[in-house]
């Protein structure tokens, strides 16, 4: 009796070491209790009731890449092309990600080729190659409303590659390579217009500097023989007054020897002879012409007595 009580406790300790359970990080445990959702576990240590509860589903609530196969799409200028799409998503309640859709990842597959689809069909071949971020902006706002019922939230959504058809290929590379022959033209263009501009500029201060020089040297010019007139009028006036001083310093000796009378028929005698010199037909002679002998001594007698 004792054996067969030991061996139920065992066994009851068994099933309950069976039941417990422990949740690690980052994942969840949808429970059902008689075939129905009762709970969800999180992380830590748990014990289900033995065959009445079970693991429905073991939900991983990390972020997920999705890396999709390239889909076929019609532009809305009826070019066929292959895009692939990596999607980020992440299982954020694990009820509705366990009873929502029958295959999670399948159907966010299918639902973003089919949104792909109806985004590039109303961009043209040029709108598509140069507007992914628009692309990528809008199926990740579509896709994360629509996976809402699953318990899904898509965090990002990102155009992989874009492959157009080959004959598209080389039409672009053809239109590529004349675009940057005619880049290329263009700023051969404007360096020959900068150079020509560079040298005209270069003229033309040339010119502008070469006027100011001769504008300059005529100033300087002009400076010099005002300067040399200046001169050459205060060294006439000089010699003019030194004349003059020397006539009046003469004029004062012959004053201060009391011949004013005798100078006067000098001067009138010198006249006389610069007439006589003359062309002129007529001569006039002074009334006093008699008495000029006599001047003429005392004119002599008065320099004699200077001297002495």
Not at 4 to 27: E, H, K, M, T, Y
Not at 163 to 177: F, L, S
Request: glycine fraction near 4%; charged fraction near 25%.
């Amino acid at each position: 009796m004792i054996y067969v009580l030991v061996g139920i406790l065992a066994v009851i300790v068994l099933v309950i070491l069976a039941n417990v359970r422990i949740v690690p990080q980052s994942q969840a445990f949808v429970i059902e209790r008689l075939g129905t959702y009762a709970t969800t576990w999180h992380t830590g240590l748990h014990v289900k009731i033995p065959f009445i509860d079970r693991i429905a589903k073991r939900v991983s609530l990390k972020e997920k890449v999705m890396d999709f196969v390239p889909q076929p799409v019609i532009t809305k200028d009826n070019v066929t092309m292959m895009i692939d799409t990596v999607v980020y998503f992440q299982i954020t309640d694990p009820k509705l990600n366990a009873y929502g859709v029958e295959n999670p990842i399948s159907a966010l597959e299918n639902l973003s080729a089919t949104t792909l689809r109806n985004i590039i069909g109303d961009l043209e071949l040029d709108q598509t190659l140069t507007s992914r971020d628009v692309i990528n902006s809008k199926m990740r706002i579509i896709l994360d409303e629509a996976t809402d019922p699953w318990g899904i939230k898509v965090n990002r959504v990102e155009v992989k590659n874009i492959m157009p058809p080959d004959a598209i290929k080389n039409a672009m590379e053809k239109q590529m390579r004349a675009e940057r022959e005619r880049r290329e033209s263009i700023l051969i263009a404007e360096g020959q217009k900068q150079s020509a501009i560079l040298v005209a500029e270069g003229k033309k201060q040339s010119m502008i500097l070469e006027a100011e020089a001769n504008k300059q040297a005529m100033i300087l010019k002009a400076e010099a023989e005002k300067e040399a007139a200046i001169q050459k009028a205060l060294g006439e006036a000089q010699a003019i007054r030194e004349v003059q001083q020397a006539k009046a310093d003469g004029l004062k000796m012959i004053r201060e020897a009391d011949a004013d009378d005798a100078v006067i028929k000098l001067r009138s005698l010198e006249a006389l002879e610069k007439a006589a010199d003359g062309q002129s037909t007529k001569i006039i002679i002074p009334s006093e012409i008699q008495s000029m002998a006599g001047v003429v001594t005392a004119v002599s007698e008065l320099a004699k007595e200077k001297k002495g």
